[in-house]
């Protein structure tokens, strides 16, 4: 199965761009998919497809995919953007998901 | 608005069966594959299985750790899917997710509230 590599965790100061890494073996020639889990809540898609973004989503959320690596970017993060960070990618026959990253933002 | 609703979680024994539910409305449900997702308290993400629309055969993909004792199927006429896990573990123990699939791309998109599932003598 594809193993997918977060860091545990990230801290932001506001207003600041926050990156979260998704290593995996060839992640880029795969679709990678990021989830926003805020506390007591149910995950939340928020770029799909290397880099769209659902509707609903804020633009100050990207990402970007190529080699081993994909990253969520969120430009100018606020207070409620504070949340546990999921990449995911399929890798032919099961979906992958990373172990998550703990976005502060201090 | 999309919503799928979970339901049928609760305390089972070890060894002891248990069947979710997901209601799904909102989106066209028969054209979308069906995923469940499962989360252990304070822990990431788990992928489960999958199920494919009717134009895919109704194919069926597993997660290696429950590969042969959970069984994924969907009434199309009911627009529910549904998880069948038997031989519990105490490791099953989780919340469980179930998502839709509305890309072509494998990608979870919408989620349910999820279920909780005790496994626990």
């Known amino acids: 199965s594809h193993e997918l590599t977060q860091p545990p965790s990230v801290s932001v100061s506001p207003g600041q761009t926050a990156s979260i890494t998704c290593s995996g073996d060839?992640?880029?020639?795969?679709?990678a998919s990021w989830y926003q889990q805020k506390a007591g809540q149910s995950p939340v898609l928020v770029i799909y497809q290397d880099n769209k973004r659902p509707s609903g989503i804020p633009e100050r959320f990207s990402g970007s995919n190529s080699g081993n690596t994909a990253t969520l970017t969120i430009s100018g993060t606020q207070a409620m953007d504070e949340a546990d960070y999921y990449c995911q990618a399929w890798d032919g026959s099961t979906v992958a998901f990373g172990g998550g990253t703990k976005l502060t933002v201090l | 608005e999309v919503q799928l609703v979970e339901s049928g979680g609760g305390l089972v024994q070890p060894g002891g069966s248990l069947k979710l539910s997901c209601a799904a409305s909102g989106f066209t449900f028969s054209d979308s594959p069906m995923h469940w997702v499962r989360q252990a308290s304070g822990k990431g993400l788990e992928w489960v299985g999958r199920?494919?629309?009717?134009?895919?055969?109704?194919?069926?993909a597993y997660a290696a750790s429950v590969k042969g004792r959970f069984t994924i199927s969907r009434d199309d006429s009911k627009n529910t899917a549904y998880l069948q896990m038997n031989s519990l573990k105490t490791e099953d123990t989780a919340m469980y997710y179930c998502?839709?699939?509305?890309?072509?791309?494998?990608?979870?998109?919408?989620w349910g509230q999820g279920t909780l599932v005790t496994v626990s003598s």
């Open positions: 060839k992640l880029g020639d795969k679709f």
């Open positions: 199920i494919r629309d009717k134009a895919k055969s109704y194919a069926t």
């Open positions: 998502t839709s699939q509305m890309t072509t791309v494998v990608t979870p998109d919408y």
